[in-house]
């Protein structure tokens, strides 16, 4: 069994893969509630890989570094099972790298935008010959929230749950609006907009922010919250093999 870490900007996660299948996920605020977590199945983990895109405290990487099972500390500098990642930024974000890792291993000869919907919401845009072409970068919901309540001086921070209409009938609602169909729209807009260009265009959707969208809009999409995790189960399983 391989343990598969996902450190993100708000939270930890990790999922536990047999295989090319995950049998385990947890996700906590700390890294030490998901070490608790996997205290019943640490005798079962033979190797891991850790991508972080926060900064991890001296006594967080001790913890991964004393696993009694090998871990890989995933940089871009990792080898990939990617015929064109030399194409890849120097610095794109170990998270987006693993999901563009796993679309493109899952889709053939066809071009690929991801969107990555978290604290940030990211796009990411490969050619149908695997060739990374770039990605863009905007607020997620929750900063989008809290951006309104820190930079006005009378608009509250409010919940994402909670009553929705089309046209906000007061402040809360008015907010809740904004934030959620606008980055409904801004999605739309990005898939519509890659659609006219790319008509056989495969969108993967994942991330732990859910966004409701048309069932017509629906058909064209591959949800899978998961997709960072399994690319980097299968960049571990790469490495392994070498």
């Known amino acids: 069994m391989k343990a598969i870490f996902d450190i993100g900007n708000t ?9 090319t299948e995950m049998v385990f996920f947890f996700r906590e605020n700390t890294l030490e509630e998901v070490f608790s977590q996997l205290e019943p199945h640490k005798s079962q983990i033979t190797s891991s890989i850790v991508a972080t895109v926060r900064k991890l405290s001296v006594a967080q990487r001790e913890i991964l570094n004393n696993c009694p099972w090998t871990v890989l500390w995933f940089t871009v500098k990792t080898p990939l099972p ?12 170990v998270d987006r790298l693993a999901a563009v890792v796993e679309a493109v291993n899952t889709s053939v000869d066809r071009p690929i935008l991801i969107i990555d919907v978290g604290t940030a919401v990211t796009y990411e845009f490969i050619s149908a010959e695997g060739v990374y072409l770039g990605g863009n970068i905007s607020p997620g919901i929750q900063l989008r929230f809290k951006a309104l309540s820190d930079y006005t001086s009378a608009l509250p921070l409010i919940d994402k749950d909670g009553p929705r209409s089309e046209i ?22 990005y898939i519509h907009s890659m659609r006219k260009k790319e008509s056989r265009i495969l969108v993967f959707l994942t991330g732990g922010d859910s966004i409701s969208f048309d069932d017509k809009l629906k058909k064209c999409i591959f949800a899978d919250k998961f997709l960072v995790l399994r690319g980097l189960n299968r960049i571990l399983d790469y490495n392994n093999d070498k």
Do not use: W, Y
């Not at 609006?177 to 980055?183: A, E, P, S």
């Open 11 to 19: 939270t930890f996660k990790c999922g536990l893969f047999s295989g």
């Open 82 to 93: 990617m015929k064109n990642s030399h194409n890849l930024s120097s610095d794109l974000g």
């Open 168 to 189: 906000g009938i007061n402040t809360d609602t008015a907010i809740r609006n904004g934030v959620l169909l606008g980055l409904e729209h801004e999605i739309m807009g």
